[in-house]
């Protein structure tokens, strides 16, 4: 195997790896290479004692070597593992499970605890980040990991997340997490909680003390997926009333995905936004609620009296005058409203509004017609500062505008045209203007109708080519053989 690395930046032990697997190794003149890299193909099967390898021979890992993915496969020794620790290069540590199975479970347990002891055992730990992923945490790993946080070696993590699968007794954390000295973010990302009334008082009472002892030190905070049960809502509008009544916290994310918000919830978060100069980030996906006209009067209220929000997340909000409300906040950067059903009057509301401080817009999955379409590129050719725009499932495709849009706009930097019926016709046109655009450095055509080569080769092949990641994976490519010849800096995703 050739020593020279050129980048490593994800270390991930499997079964093996597939281009299912976010896998970054790059190593030259070697057969593994990651799915994106555009003349390599990862092998469906490959033995990870290679990587093991690779990682540990100091002389071979890259200084960009700051993620490590830990799922279920037991490869590593404990001295292997506090090699790899002992090297501080090692920011984030993910356990991930991708198998419910409950053996899979118990050898995942088993590894977290190798590396928990050998955190403890280490004189330092660069770790920031702990990410738990898809996985029923035992009490054994909840108890090691609540030294973990009270141990002087650990002081540097930061950030804690509990994502997708179900919600672990964090009352057995409580101690460490009250006490950490560094505790920032604090993530329980679509998790899902037990039916078990004394599980849920804990859980309650938990959330009451850190909020209580860590409210002023946090900065980010996401609010796991709840049920119409009642424990669940009265733990969910404990945080609001906490966040409402404590005006000296510093959170400057907040998280509320899939929820279900009551009416006392809604009032409590609304006065909330309403109240406060610090939150920037607001994430407000799939949340369901009862008596709409009410309670949207209290979103728009909210957003009218908001000016610290930056970006926002609004997914099946289904109100336009939500939407138009916070357009009118200065400081608001960041736009995504998909899967909101804004037809094509909507997005001319949305348009008029200029948008001259929005950088970023995610318009997808919504049912843009051709003159909404149209509006999008009239606005495009006028403003100055939106940077990425997204139009995912925009199936009304005008050509004549979009390649003005391509030919003048000047800031433009990302564009994602993915499931646009962009077949052969349209992209003849296309691919021209691409080829000569300076701005666009990321281009989303996947899921497509393309299926002439010969525009992507030409597009790609011509000195004037800036595009530095394309994705046209889906399309209708007979083969992909024809990248293996094409000479480009462009990565390209497919």
Request: proline share 2%.
């Amino acid at each position: 195997m050739n020593s020279k690395i050129d980048q490593l930046c994800d270390l991930q032990f499997t079964r093996f790896i597939s281009d299912q697997d976010v896998i970054r190794l790059f190593i030259a003149n070697s057969s593994i290479y990651n799915r994106n890299c555009p003349r390599y193909i990862v092998k469906e099967s490959y033995s990870t004692s290679t990587i093991i390898g690779v990682c540990l021979d100091k002389k071979l890992l890259h200084p960009k070597f700051t993620k490590l993915i830990i799922t279920d496969i037991d490869c590593l020794s404990y001295s292997q593992i506090k090699y790899i620790l002992s090297l501080n290069m090692v920011k984030t540590l993910v356990f991930r499970n991708f198998s419910w199975d409950e053996n899979v479970k118990v050898t995942l347990s088993n590894i977290t605890t190798l590396y928990f002891n050998a955190m403890l055992e280490n004189v330092t730990t660069s770790i920031t980040k702990i990410i738990f992923s898809r996985w029923r945490y035992s009490d054994s790993v909840l108890e090691l990991f609540n030294k973990v946080l009270l141990h002087h070696n650990c002081a540097k993590i930061n950030t804690i997340k509990c994502i997708d699968g179900e919600l672990p007794n964090i009352s057995i954390l409580n101690t460490g997490l009250q006490n950490h000295p560094y505790l920032q973010c604090l993530y329980f990302n679509n998790t899902f909680l037990k039916n078990d009334q004394s599980y849920i008082q804990d859980i309650n009472t938990t959330f009451s003390d850190i909020l209580d002892s860590k409210l002023c030190q946090l900065t980010s905070l996401s609010i796991f997926r709840n049920e119409r049960c009642q424990y669940f809502v009265n733990i969910q509008s404990n945080i609001f009333k906490s966040l409402q009544n404590n005006n000296n916290n510093n959170i400057t994310y907040l998280d509320i995905n899939e929820s279900y918000l009551t009416n006392y919830s809604i009032t409590l978060l609304t006065k909330y936004i309403s109240s406060t100069k610090i939150l920037q980030k607001l994430n407000l996906d799939y949340i369901k609620y009862n008596d709409r006209d009410i309670n949207d009067q209290l979103f728009m209220q909210a957003f009218q009296q908001n000016s610290s929000l930056t970006s926002i997340n609004l997914t099946e909000i289904m109100n336009i005058n939500i939407i138009l409300s916070l357009l009118n906040n200065i400081n608001l950067k960041e736009l995504n409203i998909p899967f909101n059903d804004l037809k094509d009057n909507d997005i001319k509301l949305i348009c008029k509004k200029s948008l001259s401080n929005i950088t970023k817009l995610y318009l997808d999955y919504n049912p843009i017609g051709a003159d909404g379409f149209k509006a999008i590129c009239d606005l495009l050719l006028t403003n100055k500062t939106i940077q990425i725009l997204s139009l995912a499932r925009c199936s009304h495709i005008l050509l004549i505008p979009l390649r003005m849009v391509i030919q003048s706009n000047n800031t433009l930097q990302v564009l994602c045209l993915k499931s646009c019926n962009i077949d052969d016709f349209k992209f003849s046109k296309l691919h021209i203007d691409f080829s000569r655009n300076k701005n666009i450095k990321k281009l989303d055509l996947s899921y497509n109708e393309i299926t002439n080569e010969k525009y992507i080769i030409d597009m790609l092949s011509t000195e004037t080519n800036n595009i530095e990641i394309l994705n046209i994976c889906s399309n209708r490519f007979t083969t992909y053989n024809f990248l293996n010849q094409l000479k480009t800096p462009t990565r390209i995703i497919y």
